[in-house]
């Protein structure tokens, strides 16, 4: 990298800074005096940040390209509590730099290979044959893409290999609340963490750098009904009994718990909705880890939007 600039998580209100990010998103928008601007999100492998081009009309944003790395000097300014970005100059990078992209991208802490090898022995654990062959046989189909799909377009987890980070950690979890409530049935917990979500795979069109945008079955459908119909696909395809394909498509249909969140159901036995809340108990934990991870003790976050908007606060306790 030939260019080195101020990383995301280190502006600092008032100050002017050369920096280098990528653009993710661009919308040409009207002043409250009726000039035109172009609003954009930029971002780096430590966050991202709101920016704005004053006065800027089609013909710079027609040349502005999505998901391409920029040279960009701003003055950093605050909107609502939150920083933003002043552009006083912006290029597109050199080829030379435009080839590490990927150093710039967020991505999931571990290994992808490791955290998917890890995932095949938690599948392979399943003692059901049935539930195991339909669950392997769903594995392989979106092997090549679970490497690098995020879990999300904008909310948790939504970093390169994201989608495998949030199984693998539901997965872990899962396997702790069997020491402590013998009642689970693993086989069914197991499947519902590794199947409940693997429609993002398809809801979601996304580049191998994670970068991901809703496809047109993501926006008419959704993951849960997408899902839905890959369990009775399969299970049909692979001559897996009627009650099992019944209960995994009750896990994917229940997960989100809530009508308004997607789901068309509450869950209905002791595996579902343990799903449920294991899945929002990971969701949490990242969203507090990823925007507590560049705040010092004693501090607070931006207001965060996936948490009503709540400024998260750090304790200034040491931990192991």
């Known amino acids: 990298m030939r260019f080195a600039g101020v990383a995301i998580k280190d502006l600092k209100l008032g100050e002017t800074i050369n920096g280098i990010y990528i653009l993710r998103k661009k919308e040409l928008k ?43 000097n701003a003055k950093v300014d605050s909107f609502k509590d939150m920083l933003q970005l002043s552009i006083n100059k912006i290029r597109i990078a050199d080829p030379e730099d435009q080839k590490e992209i990927d150093k710039f991208v967020p991505s999931a802490p571990l290994p992808a290979e490791e955290m998917l090898n890890e995932i095949y022995e938690y599948a392979n654990r399943i003692s059901s044959e049935e539930i195991r062959k339909l669950v392997i046989k769903l594995l392989k189909e979106k092997e090549d893409k679970l490497i690098y799909y995020p879990a999300a377009k904008a909310l948790h987890h939504s970093i390169r290999s994201g989608l495998l980070y949030h199984m693998l950690r539901m997965l872990r979890v899962s396997e702790k609340l069997k020491e402590i409530y013998e009642e689970i049935n693993l086989d ?19 580049n191998e750098l994670g970068i991901s945008e809703y496809s047109k079955e993501g926006q008419l459908l959704g ?34 718990y809530e009508a308004e969140y997607g789901s068309p159901k509450k869950p209905m036995f002791l595996e579902a909705e343990l799903l449920h809340f294991i899945d929002m108990i990971d969701a949490r934990v990242y969203d507090y880890e990823n925007n507590l991870k560049n705040i010092e003790p004693g501090g607070f976050s931006e207001p965060v939007w996936s948490l009503d908007r709540r400024r998260l606060y750090k304790p200034m306790l040491e931990h192991d």
């Not at 780096?44 to 089609?58: R, V």
């Not at 069914?188 to 996304?206: C, F, N, P, T």
């Not at 993951?223 to 209960?247: F, K, Y």
């Open 188 to 206: 069914l917990l197991y499947a519902g963490v590794l199947i409940h979500d693997l429609a993002k795979i398809g809801e979601l069109e996304s």
């Open 30 to 72: 009207e002043a409250s005096n009726k000039k035109p601007y172009i609003d954009m999100v930029f971002s780096d492998n430590t966050g991202e940040i709101q920016a704005k081009i004053w006065e800027a009309g089609e013909d710079v944003f027609s040349r502005l390209q999505l998901n391409m790395l920029y040279y960009v």
């Open 223 to 256: 993951h849960i009904i997408m899902g839905i119909c890959e369990i009775d696909r399969l299970g049909n395809e692979l001559g897996i009994s009627s009650e099992i394909i019944l209960l995994l498509k009750h896990m994917i249909a229940s997960h989100h």
